[in-house]
């Protein structure tokens, strides 16, 4: 089993739709969850990350983390065009060192 | 701002050629990391180093090889390169002070061997 699970997609939603992304990950001792960006011919960037369990909120994005279904999730509220972008989970293994990545997931937000 | 800068975009080399990437940072970071991105496989970690010459295998390191004799500086080298390493690498950094620390990346260098 991957210690992360990520659907690849491709994901497209009309304009001004809630799109919900999700991972799922098998060791539960991992704390720190992370949502990076990333922009077709670019690196990945840093969106938001949460520790242990529960929501955090930043403008129209909310990333929530069920650590007893060891479930991660990024809810992107009145997508936009610019949101068009594949968005990777990752976690941060325990020795704060190692990013352990998720396939990415290939959103597309048609106007 | 944060910068980890790849010294190519776009490379193209032949097989068998010996092929350095170089990735410096200017953040005073003391993580350093060599991904490659394949289509279907996402990001693999090839090397990562956190200290002035450590460096440590990641999951795909057969093929490759590493050089940090300075800390901004971060090089992967391909011995003997092989089509199969045609790929996007891209480079990262991170501080290892604060816990949950971002990985900073640079634009990727998008190599064809040929």
């Known amino acids: 089993q991957k210690e992360v699970e990520q659907d690849p997609g491709p994901l497209s939603v009309p304009e001004g739709a809630i799109v919900s992304l999700n991972c799922t990950y098998s060791n539960s001792a991992f704390q720190y969850f992370m949502w990076y960006r990333q922009y077709s011919r670019k690196g990945p960037e840093l969106l938001m990350y949460?520790?242990s369990s529960g929501n955090k909120e930043d403008g129209r994005f909310t990333a929530q983390v069920d650590k007893s279904s060891k479930y991660i999730s990024l809810f992107i509220r009145d997508s936009q065009p610019s949101d068009s972008a594949t968005y990777l989970c990752?976690?941060?293994?325990?020795?704060?060192?190692?990013?352990?990545w998720g396939l990415g997931t290939s959103l597309a937000v048609n106007p | 701002d944060v910068k980890v800068t790849q010294s190519s975009r776009y490379l193209v080399k032949r097989t068998g050629e010996k092929v350095f990437l170089e990735c410096v940072q200017d953040?005073?970071?003391?993580?350093m990391f060599w991904y490659r991105q394949d289509p279907g496989l996402g990001l693999r970690l090839i090397y990562f180093s956190y200290d002035v010459k450590m460096k440590e295998k990641g999951d795909i390191p057969e093929g490759y090889s590493v050089s940090r004799e300075k800390k901004e500086r971060f090089s992967l080298i391909l011995e003997s390169a092989s089509t199969n390493q045609t790929s996007m690498y891209l480079c990262?950094?991170?501080?290892?002070?604060?816990?949950?620390?971002?990985?900073?990346f640079g634009q990727g260098t998008r190599l064809t061997v040929v």
């Open positions: 953040m005073d970071h003391e993580n």
């Open positions: 990262a950094s991170s501080s290892l002070d604060r816990v949950g620390t971002e990985a900073f």
């Open positions: 949460t520790y």
């Open positions: 990752a976690i941060l293994a325990g020795n704060n060192r190692k990013l352990i």
